[in-house]
């Protein structure tokens, strides 16, 4: 994988084109965007790494130097459920249910009023004790609160909000559905899922990434129903992850489905054109999916056996198979160092 700005936290800007342990000392869950990653220790703490010159990794400053190994949090900083990272923003909930956000502010992408350029540190969105889910986008976030309602700030040029229109905003403001369960954010787009299973996405769709077959050349700013032909009334989605210009999503059978660009293999279907709705991703054997992430260009995911697997671009060694100019078009077992 690319590391010219530190990301891998390996403690150098070196590339690797296979699995290297980052060493963090008992981590519980990790957020990668393309030039700094963030990660949760299991007793809550924070650190990140990577590049800050947009103070992404909430140190406290905005010193523009690749950090090549997890920084640790400043003094005061509260305990961490989960992270979200933007492209130069973060966002993350803490222990208690708060929602707060950090780094770069273009497009209100943290919350602020367009004159704010950064937020050094981790600032509270508000004072509700109530979110329960978070995702960043390019330069937008949304957060679901246990309420089941979304709230979206930041960038809306291609609808990425579901408001209804294209306008910024540097305040969260709920989308007009409720019932919500879970939410994944692309670059451009936003994905969520309702309490019946039914999955609806919105954003930025001119390369099919909102899964909705004959308007999939459409931006929409406002949620549409994703749909698979005739399983339509059989389709129960519980995980949704967004990439550059592509979506997948779990269903509860452990089923593994992806749509929208598609000329680096991003589907992991063994073709390169685009789809305009899901596509059914498989790999020999009975073991479900479980777990689901989406890179800039690729997509990984782990099966019920604990088997980590990878598709797409791989220029940079980001499958973690080796570095090949050509894409990887259909799933590859990753295999990790022994320790």
């Known amino acids: ?11 150098s800007t070196s590339s690797t084109n296979a699995p290297v342990r980052v060493d963090l000392g008992g981590w519980s869950e990790i957020a990668a965007a393309q030039d700094h990653t963030c990660a949760t220790l299991i007793g809550g703490a924070r650190r990140c790494w990577g590049r800050n010159g947009s103070a992404q990794l909430g140190t406290g400053g905005t010193e523009d130097r690749s950090n090549t190994r997890p920084v640790d949090a400043p003094g005061g900083d509260p305990l961490w459920s989960t992270l979200a990272t933007g492209w130069f923003h973060t966002c993350g909930l803490t222990r208690d249910r708060q929602l707060a956000c950090w780094g770069g ?5 943290s919350a602020e009023p367009l004159g704010v350029e950064s937020v050094t540190r981790p600032k509270l969105v508000d004072d509700a004790r109530d979110w329960a889910a978070v995702a960043a986008g390019g330069f ?9 309602s979304i709230w979206c700030w930041g960038m809306n040029e291609s609808g ?3 408001l209804g229109d294209a306008a910024d905003r540097a305040d969260p403001a709920a989308i007009p559905m409720s019932g919500w369960t879970a939410l994944g954010a692309g670059s451009f787009h936003t ?3 309702r309490g019946d299973g039914e999955l609806w996405c919105w954003g930025g769709g001119a390369n099919g990434q909102l899964g909705v077959g004959t308007r999939a050349s459409d931006d929409s700013s406002i949620p549409l129903r994703v749909e698979i032909g005739s399983l339509r009334a059989s389709t129960q989605w519980r995980a949704i992850a967004g990439g550059m210009s592509h979506s997948c999503g779990l269903q509860d059978d452990g089923s593994l489905w992806c749509w929208g660009r598609n000329d680096l293999g991003l589907h992991g279907a063994g073709a390169t054109e685009n789809r305009f709705e899901p596509a059914r991703v498989d790999v020999p054997g009975k ?5 689901i992430g989406a890179g800039r260009e690729h997509t990984c995911a782990i ?3 604990r088997s980590l697997w990878c598709w797409g671009e791989n220029a940079n060694g980001q499958i973690g198979i080796g570095r090949d100019a050509n ?3 259909r799933p590859a077992r990753v295999c990790l160092p022994a320790r």
Do not use: F, Y
């Not at 994988?1 to 403690?11: E, H, K, S």
């Not at 073991?287 to 777990?291: L, S």
């Open 191 to 193: 994905c969520a899922i």
């Open 1 to 11: 994988m690319l590391g010219r700005v530190a990301q891998l936290g390996i403690g």
């Open 160 to 162: 990425e909000l579901g």
């Open 303 to 305: 099966r019920s056996d």
């Open 105 to 109: 502010n273009s497009r209100s992408a």
């Open 140 to 148: 937008h976030s949304c957060a679901l609160k246990s309420d089941g």
């Open 287 to 291: 073991d479900e999916w479980i777990r």
């Open 327 to 329: 894409p990887i078009t």
